[in-house]
T-cell receptor, first 114, second 114 residues
Framework: ETGVTQSPTHLIKTRGQQVTLRCSSQ?????VSWYQQALGQGPQFIFQ???????GRGNFPPRFSGLQFPNYSSELNVNALELDDSALYLC?????????????FGEGSRLTVL | GNSVTQMEGPVTLSEEAFLTINCTYT??????LFWYVQYPGEGLQLLLK?????DKGSNKGFEATYRKETTSFHLEKGSVQVSDSAVYFC?????????????FGKGITLSVRP
């Protein structure tokens, strides 16, 4: 069974640029959630995708957008990067129906915005 | 809205000491409660969970009891080991449609010295 994998693991961007982060969900999972974890803070929910449709969004501006593909992998896109976007971005997958509350997390993509 | 409050850290203990990490929550209705752990260099992973009042979650010697009357879900372990050194997050979920998001506390770093 393959776990959740994220890429890239680290990246550095400058303010105003755009970034795309990628996530492959765990085998058999059709739901992907994205979280932002700032230094010293708990993860904050960005949005969730279920069967290629957005299924809930946290308090993040529209420049944070996402996609889910037919194979349930996902992308997080952030436009017009700001310094405060520097954080660890976590992807988590889960099985949709009969959800038990356990999310399976990847190791994250650490974004630094200069 | 929903929120989770964890005790301030970090916490440093000697091996075999007793551990308590406090967690309280605010939520409408009956959330599910979780403890996630983040070991150095790894992704978040579920440690234990409880889905209704008076349930006790347990795993790897850790325990937490869902206390609705005090809105708490404190984590305990009778004898910590060096390998328990990690960041611990308390979290809750409320279902939204077919799936749910997690609301996390800030996390607390536990260091166990030999």
């Amino acid at each position: 069974e393959t776990g959740v994998t994220q890429s890239p693991t680290h990246l550095i961007k400058t303010r105003g640029q755009q970034v795309t982060l990628r996530c492959s969900s765990q085998s058999g999972h059709n739901t992907v959630s994205w979280y932002q974890q700032a230094l010293g803070q708990g993860p904050q929910f960005i949005f969730q995708y279920y069967r290629e449709e957005e299924n809930g969004r946290g308090n993040f501006p529209p420049r944070f957008s996402g996609l889910q593909f037919p194979n349930y992998s996902s992308e997080l896109n952030v436009n017009a990067l700001e310094l405060d976007d520097s954080a660890l971005y976590l992807c988590a997958s889960s099985a949709g129906q009969g959800y038990t509350g356990e999310l399976f997390f990847g190791e994250g993509s650490r974004l630094t915005v200069l | 809205g929903n929120s989770v409050t964890q005790m301030e850290g970090p916490v440093t203990l000697s091996e075999e000491a007793f551990l308590t990490i406090n967690c309280t929550y605010t939520a409408t209705g009956y959330p599910s409660l979780f403890w996630y752990v983040q070991y150095p260099g790894e992704g978040l992973q579920l440690l234990l969970k409880a889905t209704k009042a008076d349930d006790k979650g347990s795993n790897k010697g850790f325990e937490a009891t869902y206390r609705k009357e005090t809105t708490s879900f404190h984590l305990e372990k009778g004898s910590v080991q060096v390998s328990d050194s990690a960041v611990y997050f308390c979290a809750l979920s409320r279902p939204t449609g077919a799936n749910s998001k997690l609301t996390f506390g800030k996390g607390i770093t536990l260091s166990v010295r030999p």
